[in-house]
């Protein structure tokens, strides 16, 4: 974890990531980080033509918000019905607690984005995906 005044600085890249086949998630603000207590986030990167499967996140919200490239992001909405909407650079997609959602890359080329979950904790699941690894920091 990172102490003292360089846990309120941290960078994608001076951290370990969450490798998957469809991309990777490196946070850069949770509890095991720098003490944040309330909730977590990172930056997610999504090669072209890949995206995260259909899932959610029981008993927490999500915000994900397109640095850049474009993609579709799918939400349910409050009768469980998937809503679909082409998304990029400067939009902020709000997932209600334990909506399903979905992320998939249709651009050219790689789709930035940051995500936050509140409370922290529902990233730590990923660790149980089949394909999940560790892709150590600057590496």
Not at 72 to 100: I, K, L, N, W
Request: proline share 8%; aromatic share 8%; glycine share 14%.
């Amino acid at each position: 974890m990172k102490q003292g005044a360089d846990a309120h600085f941290v960078y994608p890249k001076d951290v370990d990531a969450f490798g998957f086949d469809w991309g990777q998630l490196a946070l850069t603000v949770a509890p095991e980080v720098n003490g944040a207590q309330r909730f977590s986030g990172g930056v997610v990167d999504l090669p072209s033509g890949q995206g995260h499967a259909r899932h959610n996140h029981p008993g927490a919200e999500e915000i994900i918000f397109v640095i850049s490239g474009h993609g579709e992001q799918m939400v349910e909405d409050e009768a469980g019905t998937p809503v679909t909407r082409e998304v990029g650079p400067g939009c902020t997609v709000y997932v209600p607690e334990s909506r399903f959602h979905s992320t998939l890359n249709t651009g050219d080329g790689p789709m930035q984005l940051f995500v936050v979950y509140s409370p922290a904790g529902p990233e730590l699941g990923l660790r149980d995906l089949p394909d999940f690894r560790i892709l150590k920091a600057g590496g």
